[in-house]
């Protein structure tokens, strides 16, 4: 869609006038950062004093680690399945074995490394996937609707955006984010401080992430418009930010030059990595400056065009985040992205704003952090009529030369996106039913009730038990990342089984509901803990590996197989605002869960690839439903 801006917009927006929060932007004229000063300097030591004193991952006890693994594996294969892998366990766990030996190769790595695994998890997580990174590894951020439509309003928030993020971004240069608590247990800040000014970069056989904001702060943030970049600098020659006023007609220039699309360059980042490579091989040999000023710059904002009108609250919200997954495909917003850039704000012009970002440098809590600090920013800046908008350079177009073998990448790039478009289902759901406050009345974690409630909703709807993935964070634990929740066990098949047939009181029912979630909790604190199962097995796996060693029998084994195809991918992720992240599922034959509790209500998203039997509406109304039958367990019998 062609946005053609009105002659008189621009000047009417060089006469806005806008005042910021009470927040100060410190600023060095040379780098634009505030690291120079000498409160930033007491931050930086302060902050690696602090990293260095978190304690180190920890390899668990094999045996233990085994222990649990029958445990988990148990709910989701037959019992002669059961019996041939633990025959294999056992083979692996035994005296001087196979496991024992790759068990101190870890427990060396711990002497020489400041974390054992995230090294390996970045690698083999992330950057050797060879997989598109939208829709698979991408999470999507949308905010509630705002009351705005049209460009000029568009401009007007979009600036505001941008100020917010500059302004997050003094904290971040300075190291001075809050430190993050879990219990009395200090958190690991270090993804922080990958968030901005990070970008990925394809290569074979695995991708780099470059990290842009450590010497020499970039100072512009790229701007994405009709197909078309742009590098717009965000500080004066005096080092200080630009005003939102100011923002605001840099952001008029760019819409008025890039009128008409232009070849979607961008939509080559939604291709899958090996494909990604070659382009982008070809575009450095004639693009390396107009390369080099997207990924090395602060974030990039996305300006979209106006959506086909949706009035309905909740099918609007479930439309909105999936474009900000995917961006809608070839013929929408896919080419107006750059998909390895680490943080990507969008605003459209029907009051959508929300986020896409690239997964490898960070988890979803650190970027939940940032965007509530944006929304929180945005909600404060009031206009006012006495501030002076300087005459500013217009901002830099970054152009693309693009030749035939550029043009047939982009058509390839094009179809194999559309194709995934074509394929994914979401919806996201304020339910407004309970909140986390009623849940914890009963000494019951919010997080345990809805992951059972999940196991629930599934076997009513698929009547076999699903092998689970929640994300549990390493953050205690220095450069820690995550491990695996998992969040179906022995107990929650007792409990979902229970509830689906005839027999059981609900006094009994409510036992073992109970049950289920105290098992839930207690993986959960072992898993933040360092003594998850699945972390460990992929480090041996791993170990075995790099001594050009044959996998061990229990990687090869058919129970191992299912144990990691998660028909349930599933994180939760809280904001003080209403936000909702979305993701892909991991198959076919699963969903990708995300949700937001909140004191009141609960913020959720499903999705789902094409599949007649996994319907995103049908797991979301029995989701609702489960959590309605299980609040009603609470209530039966609260002394259990």
Not at 155 to 177: M, N, P, Q, T
Not at 449 to 463: D, K, T, V
Request: charged share 25%; net charge neutral; hydrophobic share 35%.
């Amino acid at each position: 869609m062609i946005t053609i801006i009105n002659p008189i917009t621009l000047s009417k927006l060089l006469q806005r006038r806008v005042l910021l929060p009470s927040l100060t932007h410190s600023s060095n004229s040379a780098n634009f950062s505030s690291s120079s000063s000498s409160a930033g300097d007491s931050n930086q030591k302060r902050h690696q004093r602090y990293q260095k004193n978190l304690p180190h991952l920890p390899v668990p006890p094999l045996q233990q680690t085994l222990d649990k693994y029958l445990k988990t594996v148990k709910p989701l294969v037959n019992q002669s399945s059961f019996d041939q892998t633990k025959k294999l366990v056992e083979e692996f766990g035994k005296p001087g074995g196979k496991g024992e030996q790759l068990q101190k190769i870890l427990e060396e790595r711990t002497t020489c490394k400041d974390n054992w695994l995230s090294e390996w998890w970045l690698e083999h997580a992330y950057l050797r996937s060879r997989s598109p990174l939208v829709v698979h590894y991408s999470p999507s951020v949308s905010f509630p609707r705002y009351n705005f439509s049209g460009v000029e309003d568009q401009i007007r928030h979009a600036a505001k955006v941008i100020s917010a993020v500059l302004s997050y971004k003094v904290h971040i240069d300075a190291k001075s984010v809050a430190t993050e608590q879990m219990g009395k247990d200090k958190l690991c800040m270090q993804q922080y401080y990958s968030l901005l000014s990070t970008c990925r970069a394809p290569g074979q056989p695995m991708d780099e992430i470059h990290y842009h904001g450590a010497e020499a702060p970039p100072g512009h943030v790229t701007v994405a418009h009709n197909n078309q970049f742009f590098e717009l600098k965000c500080y004066r020659n005096d080092g200080k930010v630009l005003t939102a006023a100011e923002l605001e007609s840099q952001l008029a220039r760019i819409i008025q030059a890039s009128a008409k699309p232009e070849p979607p360059v961008g939509i080559l980042t939604t291709a899958d990595r090996d494909s990604w490579c070659a382009a982008y091989s070809q575009l450095l040999n004639t693009n390396s400056a107009s390369l080099k000023s997207i990924e090395s710059s602060i974030f990039l904002l996305c300006l979209d065009d106006m959506p086909a009108v949706i009035d309905d609250k909740n099918a609007w919200r479930s439309d909105w985040a999936l474009r900000c997954l995917h961006g809608g495909g070839s013929t929408q917003h896919s080419g107006n992205r750059w998909c390895d850039k680490t943080i990507q704000m969008i605003v459209d012009q029907n009051g959508g704003v929300g986020l896409v970002y690239e997964h490898s440098p960070a988890e979803g809590p650190p970027v939940a952090a940032m965007l509530d600090y944006v929304f929180d920013y945005c909600e404060k800046i009031r206009e006012i009529d006495d501030c002076y908008v300087y005459d500013l350079p217009p901002p830099q177009k970054l152009k693309f030369k693009v030749d035939d073998t550029i043009r047939s990448a982009i058509t390839d790039a094009s179809q194999q996106l559309d194709k995934l478009v074509g394929t994914l289902n979401l919806t996201v759901r304020e339910f407004t039913g309970f909140g986390k406050n009623l849940v914890k009345t009963h000494k019951i974690s919010p997080d345990s009730f809805i992951q059972i409630a999940m196991q629930l909703a599934y076997y009513r709807l698929h009547r076999s038990a699903p092998a689970t993935y929640e994300s549990a964070s390493l953050r205690r634990f220095m450069l820690g990342r995550t491990d695996t929740i998992r969040s179906c066990s022995i107990k929650s098949d007792e409990f979902v089984r229970a509830m689906t047939t005839d027999g059981a009181t609900n006094v009994e029912l409510s036992r073992l509901m109970r049950d289920a979630i105290r098992e839930h909790k207690s993986y959960v604190m072992a898993a933040v803990s360092g003594d998850g199962i699945d972390r460990h097995l992929l480090g041996m796996r791993l170990a075995a590996l790099e001594r050009g060693e044959k996998v061990p029998a229990i990687f090869d084994d058919n129970t191992y197989e299912r144990a990691m195809q998660f028909n349930l991918s599933t994180s939760q992720v809280s904001c003080k605002a209403d936000l909702c992240m979305a993701f892909g599922p991991s198959m076919t034959e699963g969903y990708g869960i995300c949700y937001n509790p909140k004191p009141e209500k609960l913020f959720f998203s499903v999705s789902s690839f094409d599949n007649p039997e996994y319907d995103v509406h049908r797991f979301a109304n029995e989701l609702i439903k489960s959590m309605e039958a299980m609040q009603t367990l609470l209530l039966t019998n609260s002394k259990l």
